[in-house]
């Protein structure tokens, strides 16, 4: 299976913060920002494995900066880590100033995503080739943070979680 890189997973979804979407601040409902990285990393995962996937976890969410009534916002997605059948995406929020259009990241996240068949069944998911140093950031982050998921869940041994190990050894 041919490896791929981020860039082609890359996902951009630009949209107007609508009066409906918004709560009694006039800003944009966290559950609404949800539903858009939702929808932009679900692309990138699909990008990637070129498969049917399904969300299976919302690893870290950062509501850092409230997103105004009128506000244009971009969710941009692209898979930092691809496992066996699973990949991680990661997702930058970016708000424009509406007079000098200038942005600002106002939020970011990680999800997972599992590509499966057409009965559901997870299938294998091409590697991964980071290339730019950020992506190689979050490449090898992206191995840590699965390894402390799986020891918290109690699927893995502390012991065997060797990049966390990797952090507090030398």
């Known amino acids: 299976m041919r490896a791929k890189t981020p ?3 890359r996902t ?12 009694p ?10 539903a858009r990285m939702d929808r932009a990393a679900s692309i990138s995962a699909r990008r990637h494995s070129r498969r049917i996937t399904v969300t299976a976890s919302v ?6 900066r409230a997103v105004p009534l009128g506000s244009v916002v971009t969710v941009e997605a692209s898979v930092s880590r691809a496992f066996k059948t699973s990949m991680e995406i990661f997702l930058d929020v970016w708000i424009e100033d509406r007079f000098t259009g200038e942005r600002t990241k106002a939020n970011e996240a990680i999800y997972t995503f599992v590509a ?11 590697p991964l080739e980071p290339e730019t ?6 490449y090898a982050a992206a191995l840590r943070r699965k390894q402390l998921s799986l020891v918290l869940a109690g699927k893995m041994k502390p012991a065997d979680a060797t990049e966390l190990k990797a952090l507090f050894t030398s």
């Open 133 to 138: 140093d950020l992506e190689k950031e979050r």
């Open 116 to 126: 499966v068949d057409d009965t559901g069944k997870p299938t294998e998911v091409p």
């Open 12 to 23: 951009v979804m630009t949209d107007l913060v609508l009066p409906s979407e918004t709560n």
């Open 7 to 9: 860039s082609e997973s």
């Open 25 to 34: 601040l006039n800003n944009l409902f966290g559950g609404e920002l949800l």
């Open 59 to 64: 690893n870290h969410v950062a509501f850092n």
